[in-house]
Antibody, heavy 120, light 106 residues
Framework: EVQLVESGGGLVQPGGSLRLSCAAS????????MDWVRQAPGKGLEWVGR??????????EYATSVKGRFTISRDDSKNSLYLQMNSLKTEDTAVYYC???????????WGQGTLVTVSS | DIQMTQSPSSLSASVGDRVTITCRAS??????LGWFQQKPGKAPKRLIY???SLQSGVPSRFSGSGSGTEFTLTISSLQPEDFATYYC?????????FGGGTKVEI
């Protein structure tokens, strides 16, 4: 059974940093692209970024709103995806989901999400 | 960035109604479009991918159509469990972008 479990959310001050983790199980993690998607309270979904698989050298893509502040990485030996968030802004407050990307390049499995609150 | 515009942003419907949601892309995305359903407090669930391919396990009352810049999600006969928010997503080019969502209410 595919499982994705996010952790690391919490309260952080504007300008601060936070690192989220996503622990994956039930599939060959190294074969899949993995994404982060977020959802501000009461708002819609926003794609954050992508880490490609081992075959594509773990290269990354980012949303315009987070480029230069957020970094996605992965450790295939630990079946884990990470999101390093720096220079956080109040508008980064959201539930952050990790999602697996399937062979059609759409999300097929999601985690339960972890809440990040940026506030003074 | 490609902008995805969904309409309507919300709608009220009854059980048994036929419901159509539209998603327009600011530039052509071929058929690189998916539809997701989200219920309160839950992660999204994929319904449709490649504009018209039904995700395994999703009821056949859901269907998708379109190509290029205009797409539709149709629920042929609305069921109680279908009251949710629906999002389109384009994956034709980076950054991946979602529509703003359509809330389907009773």
């Amino acid at each position: 059974e595919v499982q994705l479990v996010e952790s690391g959310g919490g309260l952080v001050q504007p300008g601060g940093s936070l690192r989220l983790s996503c622990a994956a199980s039930g599939f060959t993690f190294s074969d899949h692209y993995m994404d982060w998607v977020r959802q501000a309270p009461g708002k819609g979904l926003e794609w954050v970024g992508r880490a490609r698989n081992k075959a594509n050298s773990h290269t990354t893509e980012y949303a315009t709103s987070v480029k230069g502040r957020f970094t996605i990485s992965r450790d295939d030996s630990k079946n884990s995806l990470y999101l390093q968030m720096n220079s956080l802004k109040t508008e980064d407050t959201a539930v952050y989901y990790c999602a697996r990307v399937d062979s059609n390049f759409y999300f097929d499995y999601w985690g339960q999400g972890t809440l990040v609150t940026v506030s003074s | 960035d490609i902008q995805m515009t969904q309409s309507p942003s919300s709608l009220s419907a009854s059980v048994g109604d036929r419901v159509t949601i539209t998603c327009r892309a600011s530039q052509g995305v071929r058929n690189d479009l998916g539809w997701f359903q989200q219920k309160p407090g839950k992660a999204p669930k994929r319904l449709i991918y490649a504009a018209s391919s039904l995700q395994s396990g999703v009821p056949s009352r859901f269907s998708g159509s379109g190509s290029g810049t205009e797409f539709t999600l149709t629920i042929s006969s609305l069921q109680p469990e279908d009251f949710a928010t629906y999002y389109c997503l384009q994956r034709n080019s980076y950054p991946v972008t979602f529509g703003g969502g359509t809330k389907v209410e009773i």
